[in-house]
């Protein structure tokens, strides 16, 4: 679905404030890189317009937080204190325990409900509260998470590497072992690819020659059914799909309302036989898609639901499936699946609707959480989810609230919370290696942007941290190698932190190297090099002057060294920059693929681009391939995989393949 007038209403609705100064585009160093924000949000855009009715609530909270935002003022505090009205409509003060930092019990933050009319007067009680602007939410999402990370196979100990095995690329993911769902994937003899969210086309692919041998429509008969994302387990694929319902229900006399509800599936395919798949059964569940990921034969699934039955109704303890209670395989989540905020200031009238199916068993639901939170940030382990809600209190300081839930074959359960200072940034920004959880935020003091380093046990107590770095600055980047981590702030110049986490109880900043520019993706590249890539920029002005490619030496992380760099003028916008999945990275095969987009007085032009890279001769472009259209979406779907000697460059419209091993000539086409 390709409507962005959720954007238009936004805008609209933001139109008529009084944009503050420090805001203002003028006081902006964007350049042209503005029209390339303008494609992100638009890509944003489509995900929330298919909530339908959900989303056009979210419209409202989003411009309110944006307006909030413009005009904090970042003081200094240790208390949030909000007012909320009692059943005899005296209002109180209370403080919101979010403010402690450190170590919570999970009941701290969340406690399982007790019952149906528990979890409806939370509802009704959290609607009302956000309704009258007195609601202590969670502020915004900051992207769609689906988005949620990436990495290369000798990023195995880091925990946050791209997987490989065999002689043809996979899906840049968070955490190595943990795969994710992509619009592109391949198992070195077929590709498999989203068709503008209609159906699945399987490839046959040997270099130049293509043959299509099947094409996969889920439920053909639905046509509002969006496919989203694909997983691949050696002869299973598994496609994630989003449709709605909508129904017009009275709300007494003469009153009615659209009741419009979101609903995310997962169908899985037997496709031993490439040329007739197999469906061998669907789950679904309430929501909205948010994201997901699979661990061995299980699939997690999350989902964003938004009440949509009218809270002013009569509930009907009776049929929790009114609308209130998520749905899941058509049944309403057990109570004792439910958690709610333990404070009733926090939280908000949705649910995060956590589900595991094993691909052996595909009709089935494994497990089920439904938690009463939106998460701004997910970083999962192998062994461990994360939720982080990112909160700001009245005095305009941000905390993140982090809440772990532990998963193993299928099952899920609550384990701890904590709650740690400023926001988390960027995807790559937690980390979990040997029962510790590394954190870097970025938030406010004293007037001022300020940086944390936080270092977790296995119970979330915090351990280790160093506070106050790179005043003036926020987080760009992150990644993490075993017992070092890296992470790049900007203002000016681009500072790049080493950190040695080998005592969590007393983490340490090693080194700080200043370059010009600033990386906002770091990738590990073979032994002893990290790949920067991010923008170059005039330290003097900040003016954006190219895309950027950096190559450091990380061999003594107390001495960083930038040891090579190429600026690609002409650059405005790479979906890299937001979605690490649109990265192909790979030292064994010296492969570093992304799209790029450049507006010109002619239009605009995306191209596919392939560099190599070794110490003496620096970055060698390999591949600079025209697309042939953009597209809406200026090829955020696009994707570039290898197999053997092969490189393909696929999407919606057309598949490429080029010979690696000849200058990456163009040898074959096959149009979708």
Request: aromatic share 10%; glycine share 8%; with cysteine.
């Amino acid at each position: 679905m390709k409507d962005y007038s959720v954007l238009e209403k936004i805008k609209n609705s933001a139109d008529s404030c009084e944009i503050p100064e420090n805001i203002k585009p003028e006081n902006l160093n964007l350049n042209r890189r503005e029209e390339a924000e303008e494609t992100k949000h638009k890509k944003t855009g489509r995900r929330l317009w298919q909530a339908g009715a959900a989303a056009a609530a979210l419209v409202l909270v989003l411009s309110l937080s944006f307006i909030t935002m413009g005009n904090r003022n970042h003081q200094e505090n240790d208390t949030a204190v909000f007012e909320s009205t009692d059943e005899g409509g005296a209002k109180e003060s209370r403080e919101t325990s979010l403010k402690d930092e450190g170590q919570k019990e999970l009941s701290d933050l969340y406690v399982q409900a007790e019952s149906y009319d528990e979890v409806y007067e939370r509802l009704k009680e959290n609607q009302s509260q956000a309704k009258s602007g007195t609601l202590l939410d969670g502020g915004i999402v900051m992207e769609e998470k689906t988005v949620e990370e990436s990495a290369a196979a000798s990023d195995a100990a880091s925990g946050s590497a791209a997987s490989y095995n065999g002689d043809y690329s996979q899906t840049n993911v968070q955490t190595e072992g943990v795969d994710e769902g992509d619009v592109v994937k391949t198992d070195g003899e077929y590709l498999y690819i989203i068709r503008e969210e209609q159906d699945v086309q399987i490839v046959k692919i040997d270099g130049a020659a293509m043959e299509e041998t099947a094409v996969i429509r889920p439920d053909a008969n639905a046509s509002e059914n969006s496919i989203l994302d694909i997983y691949l387990t050696e002869d299973t694929l598994q496609i994630i799909c989003q449709r709605y319902d909508a129904q017009m229900e009275e709300d007494g006399e003469d009153t009615y309302y659209m009741n419009y509800r979101g609903f995310t599936s997962v169908y899985t395919y037997d496709v031993k036989d490439r040329k007739n798949p197999v469906l061998t059964g669907t789950v679904e569940q309430e929501g909205t898609y948010y994201t997901s990921r699979k661990s061995g034969e299980y699939l997690y699934l999350f989902t964003s639901v938004y009440p949509q039955e009218s809270l002013s109704t009569q509930y009907s303890v009776q049929d929790p499936r009114n609308g209130i209670i998520p749905l899941v395989n058509g049944e309403a989540v057990p109570v004792s699946d439910i958690y709610i905020p333990e404070d009733k200031g926090m939280g908000g009238s949705e649910y995060m609707l956590i589900t595991s199916v094993n691909q052996e068993t595909p009709d089935q639901i494994t497990d089920q959480k439904a938690i009463m939170e939106y998460a701004s940030r997910f970083y999962v382990s192998t062994e461990n989810i994360y939720l982080q809600r990112e909160n700001w209190d009245q005095k305009d300081n941000v905390h993140t609230a982090i809440a772990k839930f532990s998963f193993s074959e299928g099952k899920i359960k609550g384990e701890s919370a904590a709650v740690v200072s400023g926001s988390v940034t960027d995807d790559f920004a937690s980390n979990e290696y040997e029962g510790y959880l590394r954190v870097l935020t970025t938030g406010w003091r004293g007037g001022e942007e300020t940086n944390s380093v936080y270092v977790l046990d296995s119970d979330l107590k915090i351990v280790g941290k160093i506070e106050d770095l790179a005043e003036g600055e926020s987080i760009y980047s992150a990644r993490f190698m075993g017992n070092t981590g890296y992470f790049v702030t900007y203002r000016q110049v681009d500072p790049l932190f080493s950190v040695d986490f080998s005592d969590p109880e007393n983490p340490k900043i090693l080194g700080e190297l200043k370059v010009t520019g600033f990386s906002q993706y770091l990738h590990f590249y073979g032994e002893n090099r990290l790949l920067g890539i991010g923008w170059e920029t005039d330290p003097e002005t900040g003016a954006y002057k190219g895309l950027k490619l950096s190559m450091f030496d990380v061999s003594d992380p107390s001495d960083v060294k930038e040891i090579n760099k190429l600026v690609l003028k002409n650059i405005d916008y790479f979906p890299g920059e937001y979605n690490y999945k649109a990265f192909t990275v790979s030292p064994q095969k010296n492969v570093i693929g992304f799209l790029t987009t450049s507006y010109e007085s002619s239009g605009t032009a995306v191209s596919y681009m392939v560099f190599s890279y070794d110490d003496e001769n620096g970055f060698s472009a390999g591949l600079a391939y025209s697309m042939k259209d953009g597209g809406s979406n200026q090829g955020e779907d696009t994707r570039g995989v290898y197999a053997g000697s092969t490189f393909y460059v696929a999407d919606a419209d057309c598949i490429t393949a080029f010979d690696m091993e000849n200058g990456y000539e163009k040898i074959g086409e096959l149009e979708g």
